[in-house]
Antibody, heavy 121, light 113 residues
Framework: EVQLVESGGGLVRPGRSLRLSCVAS????????MHWVRQAPGKGLEWVSG????????GYAVSVRGRFTISRDNARNSLFLEMNNLKPEDTALYYC??????????????WGQGTLVTVSS | DVAMTQSPDSLAVSLGERATINCKSS????????????LAWYQHRPGQPPKLLIS???TRESGVPDRFLGSGSGRDFTLTISSLQAEDVAVYYC?????????FGQGTKVEIK
């Protein structure tokens, strides 16, 4: 059974940083791209970032480009999202998602339960 | 970016009746080399993570009831729930994976009438 477990969310002041983690199990982690998708309170789903199986290619939403960095550690079956210069509009539930293929351009066939990030002074 | 527009924003359907959700993309999602449309549908129930229902516009995921039907090609797509059940109450999203950034529709809330 595929499992994705996020951690690292919390309350943070604007301008500060936070690092999200996701530990995966139940599949061959380095066979698939991985992504972060978020949902702000009362809003819809927004893709944030994705990374290919071998970390050769990453992609970011315009809203986070230059502030967020996605990475993965295949030896530890882990996905990360380093978030810098956080803004109130980054407040959301962040989901770790498994891509259906090796590429960044794919859909999401499994989702974690999410970790909540709140940016507020 | 490819913009995805769903209609309606919400709908209320009686149990056992048909629910139809439309999704339109700002550009074609059809890849000519494989004749596939890069469109997925998700179900998002309250308090749960989203669940993939359909990929490639019409391919149902394993375990998804056959009352969920995806159709369409190019720019126009439809998700049909042929006989609405109580457990189908959720927000439904379409998503394109033809290009980066991946984009979602705004969501359609399905309720019981």
């Amino acid at each position: 059974e595929v499992q994705l477990v996020e951690s690292g969310g919390g309350l943070v002041r604007p301008g500060r940083s936070l690092r999200l983690s996701c530990v995966a199990s139940g599949f061959t982690f380095d066979d698939y791209a991985m992504h972060w998708v978020r949902q702000a309170p009362g809003k819809g789903l927004e893709w944030v970032s994705g990374v290919t199986w071998n970390s050769a290619t990453t992609g970011y939403a315009v809203s986070v480009r230059g502030r967020f960095t996605i990475s993965r550690d295949n030896a530890r079956n882990s996905l990360f999202l380093e978030m810098n210069n956080l803004k109130p509009e980054d407040t959301a539930l962040y989901y770790c998602t498994k891509g259906a293929t090796v590429t960044v351009s794919d859909y999401f066939d499994h989702w974690g339960q999410g970790t909540l990030v709140t940016v507020s002074s | 970016d490819v913009a995805m527009t769903q209609s309606p924003d919400s709908l209320a359907v009686s149990l056992g009746e048909r629910a139809t959700i439309n999704c339109k993309s700002s550009q074609s999602l059809l890849w000519n080399s494989n004749n596939k449309s890069y469109l997925a549908w998700y179900q998002h129930r309250p308090g749960q993570p989203p669940k993939l229902l359909i990929s490639w516009a019409s391919t149902r995921e394993s375990g998804v009831p056959d009352r969920f039907l995806g159709s369409g090609s190019g720019r126009d797509f439809t998700l049909t729930i042929s006989s609405l059940q109580a457990e189908d109450v959720a927000v439904y999203y379409c998503q394109q994976y033809y290009s980066v950034p991946r984009t979602f529709g705004q969501g359609t809330k399905v309720e019981i009438k």
